[in-house]
């Protein structure tokens, strides 16, 4: 997942299912602010790419990071910036919990 990194971090936390790291994983990330239009087509495209058996990796953040996440469950892993016992943003604490029971998050804190 980090192979490419010129510095990697020493360590990763988790919580979820590891066994998506398996998977071929696609990145989608973007704005916080979207409009409609491209909400629909975040999640239009995020469960094509689940139904192609593709796991989509994401940050968790509001917009179209949490959107992908939630069209692609569970087929997705978060990547968070803060430790896993901390739910940022609170408005996505419902879905975030999802990610930790029913797919995977990973974060270095």
Known sequence: LFKDLKKPPKKLH???????????KIAIIGSRRMSVYTKNCVFSLAS????????????????????ASVAAMPNTIGIFANGLDQIYPRTNEKIIKQIYENALALSEY
């Open 48 to 67: 094509m790419l689940k139904n192609a058996h593709l796991c989509v990796v994401s940050g968790g953040a509001l917009g179209v990071d949490i959107t």
């Open 14 to 24: 988790y919580k979820g299912n590891l066994s998506l790291l398996k998977q071929d």
